[in-house]
Nanobody, 119 residues
């Protein structure tokens, strides 16, 4: 079965940086697009970023462009999200998910990793 395990979140001051990781198993990782999705308390999920199976092409929602970088290592079955210049509005539970396109993510997601941006 599909397993996705996110890690790397934490409490960070505005302007700080984090790198999130997602370890994947239970499917042929290199054949899927991978995405990051976040969900703030009381809100629905928001697609953040996606990367094609080869890791060559990336896409981002407008609010994170220039600050977030998605990458993947197919040999390690791992997808990453490097986050710079964190803002309070980035506070959310961040999930990774496999997808059939840059933003067409499917369940199951991982358990999520919490990113909290606060001074």
């Amino acid at each position: 079965q599909v397993q996705l395990v996110e890690s790397g979140g934490g409490l960070v001051q505005p302007g700080g940086s984090l790198t999130l990781s997602c370890a994947a198993s239970g499917f042929t990782f290199s054949t899927y697009y991978m995405t990051w999705v976040r969900q703030a308390p009381g809100k629905g999920p928001e697609w953040v970023s996606g990367i094609d199976p080869s890791g060559s092409i990336t896409r981002y929602t407008d609010s994170v462009k220039g600050r977030f970088t998605i990458s993947r290592d197919n040999a390690k079955n791992t997808v990453y999200l490097k986050i710079n210049s964190l803002k309070p509005e980035d506070t959310a539970l961040y999930y990774c998910a496999r997808a059939i396109g840059y933003s067409s993510y499917v369940r199951p997601w991982g358990q999520g990793t919490q990113v909290t941006v606060s001074s």
